[in-house]
């Protein structure tokens, strides 16, 4: 089994930052990809950022430029640094491991972007 818990999130003006992290713990083998997904409400699932174990990254057009996602191997963590921030990355933020073909997911933390 694998535990992911959520940290960060909450209500920001335009324009502003948030930092979101997540530790992973439990059945973790060396080669998993870590990232985050947003979701809106009665809207799909969709890719924020995720990151290898290797440190090879992919980003949403959407937030390319305005959010860096990092990870530490050896505490077994994964952040998303968001800067830039607009109304329209208002979601709910999960986190992601996926092992060897299985994905894992947090609880979900609410970000909200409002003036």
């Known amino acids: 089994q694998v535990q992911l818990v959520e940290s960060g999130g909450g209500l920001v003006q335009p324009g502003g930052s948030l930092r979101l992290s997540c530790a992973a713990s439990?059945?973790?083998?060396?080669?998993?990809?870590m990232g985050w997904y947003r979701q809106v409400l009665g809207k799909q699932r969709e890719l924020v950022a995720v990151?290898?174990?290797?440190?090879?990254?992919n980003y949403a057009d959407s937030v390319k430029g305005r959010f860096t996602i990092s990870r530490t191997n050896a505490k077994n963590t994964v952040s998303l640094q968001m800067i830039g921030l607009n109304p329209e990355d208002t979601a709910v933020y999960y986190c992601?491991?996926?092992?060897?073909?299985?994905?894992?997911w947090g609880q979900g933390t609410q970000v909200t972007v409002s003036s």
């Open positions: 992601y491991v996926g092992i060897r073909g299985t994905a894992y």
């Open positions: 439990g059945s973790l083998f060396s080669i998993y990809v």
């Open positions: 990151i290898t174990s290797g440190g090879s990254t």
